[in-house]
């Protein structure tokens, strides 16, 4: 690779004086020697530059060993989001170090084809973000602390490589954008509190977030907005603005009520429903004769509204078929927009539709069963096919309600 630069180089250098004769007048050999001064000049920074990045590859590849030195847990969403960021960021930054040369082209065309093999999938950019979209909703939705997720603790798992700098910088930023995390100066703090030599640079961009989402926090104030439109409806009850600020901050207040109840129910937390006064949990086989053998198992969660939670519906035979049915179908979950199909980040998880479970051995008793413990039919004329459902790396379905239009 050297041989071949120096031979451009010499090549480039020569091209102007190639006509004049150098070897019939020492005067003009002594240019020549400036040349060479030039060529040791430029070689010698090549070579430089090249063990900088060489040094540069290295430090790389080591902190990506470091991460890659414990067991690798994708139930711990913190692990796989820097899969994710490793080879969206980490690697692809190695790809660019390696430069344009004979391996370097090998490298590439590895790439090229880890990329585009059909058994192996490469995230992309957006897959990159949804991870960071997910761990913030993780935090939201559980109330996780950034310093714990950072560490790596969310629940029971842990891992034992940290989050960097940089890692809670891009979250904070992301969060910032989106505007759905209160704690982005939680991460731009958390990223201070990591800084590295290598990572200094970052302090400036840190401190101009940290100051932008203090002044956005102070707007979201919502305290002494009600305290002023009190007054002016006091004094004029029928004021247009007043009534209808009032209307939307009401509807807001229901609407965030609402979004607190669900967060709530995610992390188990009472919100006060009325819990069941009757037999809490019992055996019931509906007068189903397939049941009087094996009844089902009935937990009463709620009188009003009436909740019951089944209990073993499937056994784990059963969950195996129908995962091995679902897998190669599985596909990204859309929601309803405009009567068009779309992806959403209120709905992130693959589904797959099973429609034939009645042909399937091993599951031919699935529908009847659920049929049986509900009451409702599961004749295909009146429900969709059976859905099975992945959810990923913070993969969940905001609160909603289902409908569907019936054709008669």
Not at 159 to 164: C, E, F, G, Q, V
Not at 324 to 352: C, G, M, Y
Request: aromatic share 8%.
């Amino acid at each position: 690779m050297f041989r071949d630069i120096a031979v451009a180089i010499f090549f480039t250098s020569f091209v102007c004086v190639r006509s004049q004769n150098l070897f019939t007048s020492f005067d003009k050999l002594k240019p020549l020697i400036t040349t060479e001064e030039k060529l040791l000049e430029h070689v010698s920074e090549y070579i430089e530059n090249e063990e900088d990045k060489i040094e540069t590859m290295k430090h790389l590849l080591s902190e990506i060993k470091k991460e890659r030195g414990m067991k690798t847990d994708l139930g711990n969403p913190v692990q796989s989001y820097m899969l994710i960021r490793r080879l969206r960021k980490q690697w692809i930054k190695m790809d660019e170090l390696i430069g344009s040369n004979k391996n370097a082209e090998d490298h590439r065309v590895n790439i090229a084809m880890l990329k585009s093999s059909d058994d192996k999938s490469y995230p992309t950019e957006k897959d990159y973000k949804g991870a960071i979209d997910a761990l913030l909703r993780l935090q939201e939705t559980y109330n996780l602390r950034v310093s714990d997720i950072a560490d790596g603790h969310i629940g029971r798992n842990k891992t034992s490589a940290p989050l960097t700098a940089t890692d809670c910088f891009d979250i904070g930023v992301k969060a910032w954008q989106v505007s759905t995390s209160e704690n982005v100066c939680d991460w731009m703090t958390e990223a201070e509190n990591r800084l590295t030599k290598d990572t200094n640079y970052l302090l400036p961009d840190i401190f101009t977030q940290r100051i932008e989402c203090s002044v956005k926090e102070e707007m979201k104030e919502e305290k002494e907005v009600r305290v002023l439109l009190s007054k002016i409806m006091n004094l004029d009850p029928d004021n247009v603005y007043a009534n209808q600020k009032e209307s939307h901050l009401r509807k807001k207040f229901e609407t965030d009520m609402t979004v607190k109840n669900y967060k709530a129910l995610c992390r188990g937390e009472d919100i006060g429903v009325q819990r069941a006064t009757n037999m809490i949990c019992r055996y019931n086989h509906y007068n189903k004769p397939r049941l009087f053998i094996r009844p089902a198992k009935e937990e009463m969660l709620s009188n009003e509204p009436h909740v019951v939670l089944f209990h073993d519906i499937l056994t784990d035979t059963e969950i195996d078929l129908l995962i091995a049915q679902a897998r190669p179908k599985l596909f990204r979950a859309l929601i309803k927009d405009n009567h068009t199909q779309v992806e959403s980040n209120i709905r992130i998880s693959s589904i797959a539709w099973l429609s034939n479970l009645g042909d399937t051995m091993g599951l031919r008793s699935v529908l009847p069963r659920v049929q049986d413990y509900t009451g409702l039919s599961t004749d295909p004329q009146h429900t969709h096919p059976f859905q099975v459902a992945n959810y990923g790396l913070g993969g969940f379905y905001r609160y909603h309600v289902d409908d569907a239009a019936v054709s008669r």
